[in-house]
């Protein structure tokens, strides 16, 4: 109960993250600011999350459209309201400037966009339901946080760049970090819970033991996670900023001169260059040598994760090509051919090896050993190892019996 309550306020707090960055993307391109600061503006667009858990309880159990739109109706009512309250106690009473307007405007923008994608979604969702009834529910964006979705912030915070925006900057980055972390921990769960509702052989295995195990080796990778985000922060006040919309301001068009094979001449020289415009006509710092070896270290730890997961990857892909997995998971094991067997077995009596073998490795052999010796053909991977042993004509025996659950354990564990 607990965890459900908090995997639907990561959802609300995620929704909530998507739209608090309208409103510092409209002050970037306005170019307008809040006296109070970027952090009470930051919180001010928070409150959308008022409209996000209205809409989803509206849409969930409100059985009538009437009734639903009476909820939305209301509910931009007071969105108006405390919008309107916050932008008359923070600024002038009596006076409402620009940019609190504005604020309020976007507010509603997005309590009016959130309205009716709710309704959208649960009219695609029975749609959905009604045509395939069998089929696993529409998730809405609004409910699927995702770390697949950190782009969307990083978006964000090249707009602020290019629009000479540090407001936009910070928040985007702020939430960026934020929603990294929440998106990890909501795929967390929701995978773990996947997990134990498909597998039910693991319900043996203690649920408490299951999470401490797991969530042990999720901190200690968000604790590096984190420490790769923190030069990001420090470094910020040498973050550099341009503005898009002056960097053709100055510069003069300059007139093409025909030559007699109609090629046009290249303009003449003297205008300002792209470095120049970049950085509005100023020099950008030299950063200082430990700043460099900062960025160098973190460049080729970037290289080297890079590289080692495509080794992983490439890996992961052959042994998928080379294995098969059965409709739970689990790996199917295969039974090698008679020459590798052999092999191996002259291997271990030639070394005399045959007393390093565990357990688990002689009830393996001594179980392909039986299967090989009553079916002449080849097991497929696709096979169980009772359909193996009913192909080859073993499933009454008791020896073989015996041996399949001396097999079992070892291959599910005890």
Same mark, same amino acid.
């Given at each position: 109960?607990?965890?459900?309550?908090?995997?639907?306020?990561?959802?609300?707090?995620?929704?909530?993250?998507?739209?608090?960055?309208?409103?510092?993307?409209?002050?970037?391109?306005?170019?307008?600011?809040?006296?109070?600061?970027?952090?009470?503006?930051?919180?001010?667009?928070?409150?959308?999350?008022?409209?996000?858990?209205?809409?989803?309880?509206?849409?969930?159990?409100?059985? *009538?459209? $009437?009734? /639903?739109? &009476? @909820?939305?109706? %209301? #509910?931009?009512?007071?969105?108006?309201?405390?919008?309107?309250?916050?932008?008359?106690?923070?600024?002038?009473?009596?006076?409402?400037?620009?940019?609190?307007?504005?604020?309020?405007?976007?507010?509603?923008?997005?309590?009016?966009?959130?309205?009716?994608?709710?309704?959208?979604?649960?009219?695609?969702?029975?749609?959905?339901?009604?045509?395939?009834?069998?089929?696993?529910?529409?998730?809405?964006?609004?409910?699927?946080?995702?770390? *697949?979705? $950190?782009? /969307?912030? &990083? @978006?964000?915070? %090249? #707009?602020?760049?290019?629009?000479?925006?540090?407001?936009?900057?910070?928040i985007a980055l702020f939430s960026a970090i934020v929603y990294t972390f929440l998106?990890?921990?909501?795929?967390?769960?929701?995978?773990?819970?996947?997990?134990?509702?498909?597998?039910?052989?693991?319900?043996?295995?203690?649920?408490?033991?299951?999470?401490?195990?797991?969530?042990?080796?999720?901190?200690?990778?968000?604790?590096?996670?984190?420490?790769?985000?923190?030069?990001?922060?420090?470094?910020?006040?040498?973050?550099?900023?341009?503005?898009?919309?002056?960097?053709?301001?100055?510069?003069?068009?300059?007139?093409?001169?025909?030559?007699?094979?109609?090629?046009?001449?290249?303009?003449?020289?003297?205008?300002?260059?792209?470095?120049?415009?970049?950085?509005?006509?100023?020099?950008?710092?030299?950063?200082?040598?430990?700043?460099?070896?900062?960025?160098?270290?973190?460049?080729?730890?970037?290289?080297?994760?890079?590289?080692?997961?495509?080794?992983?990857?490439?890996?992961?892909?052959?042994?998928?090509?080379?294995?098969?997995?059965?409709?739970?998971?689990?790996?199917?094991?295969?039974?090698?051919?008679?020459?590798?067997?052999?092999?191996?077995?002259?291997?271990?009596?030639?070394?005399?090896?045959?007393?390093?073998?565990?357990?688990?490795e002689r009830i393996r052999r001594r179980y392909r050993k039986m299967i090989r010796?009553?079916?002449?053909?080849?097991?497929?991977?696709?096979?169980?190892?009772?359909?193996?042993?009913?192909?080859?004509g073993l499933k009454s025996d008791e020896q073989m019996q015996q041996l399949h659950?001396?097999?079992?354990?070892?291959?599910?564990?005890?």
């Amino acid at each position: 109960m607990i965890l459900g309550r908090c995997l639907k306020g990561m959802e609300y707090l995620h929704s909530a993250l998507f739209f608090a960055m309208f409103v510092p993307l409209v002050y970037a391109v306005t170019e307008w600011s809040d006296p109070a600061g970027t952090g009470v503006l930051y919180l001010k667009c928070l409150l959308i999350i008022i409209s996000v858990i209205v809409t989803e309880r509206a849409a969930k159990r409100l059985k *009538s459209f $009437v009734l /639903y739109v &009476v @909820v939305c109706v %209301l #509910l931009l009512a007071g969105i108006g309201c405390i919008t309107g309250l916050i932008a008359y106690f923070s600024g002038e009473k009596g006076h409402f400037e620009s940019h609190e307007v504005c604020y309020c405007a976007v507010m509603l923008a997005e309590t009016f966009f959130i309205v009716v994608k709710r309704f959208a979604d649960r009219v695609k969702a029975a749609k959905w339901e009604r045509e395939e009834p069998l089929a696993a529910k529409r998730i809405s964006f609004l409910d699927a946080p995702a770390c *697949s979705l $950190v782009w /969307y912030f &990083v @978006v964000f915070y %090249l #707009l602020g760049i290019c629009l000479n925006a540090r407001l936009l900057c910070d928040i985007a980055l702020f939430s960026a970090i934020v929603y990294t972390f929440l998106a990890l921990v909501y795929e967390y769960f929701g995978a773990t819970m996947a997990y134990l509702e498909m597998n039910r052989r693991t319900r043996g295995i203690p649920r408490r033991r299951l999470y401490g195990v797991s969530f042990s080796m999720l901190l200690i990778f968000a604790a590096f996670l984190f420490a790769g985000m923190m030069p990001a922060v420090f470094l910020s006040g040498l973050r550099q900023y341009t503005d898009i919309r002056d960097w053709f301001e100055g510069v003069e068009l300059m007139p093409y001169e025909y030559e007699s094979d109609a090629a046009f001449q290249p303009p003449a020289a003297g205008g300002p260059g792209w470095m120049e415009l970049l950085d509005d006509g100023e020099p950008a710092p030299e950063p200082s040598m430990v700043v460099s070896a900062v960025f160098w270290a973190i460049g080729a730890a970037c290289v080297a994760a890079f590289l080692y997961g495509v080794f992983q990857m490439i890996r992961q892909i052959l042994r998928d090509f080379r294995n098969s997995r059965d409709e739970n998971g689990d790996l199917v094991e295969e039974i090698e051919d008679d020459q590798n067997m052999r092999q191996r077995e002259e291997l271990f009596n030639r070394k005399g090896r045959r007393g390093a073998e565990s357990e688990a490795e002689r009830i393996r052999r001594r179980y392909r050993k039986m299967i090989r010796k009553h079916r002449k053909e080849r097991p497929a991977p696709y096979e169980s190892p009772s359909e193996i042993e009913e192909y080859a004509g073993l499933k009454s025996d008791e020896q073989m019996q015996q041996l399949h659950r001396q097999y079992e354990e070892v291959r599910y564990g005890k």
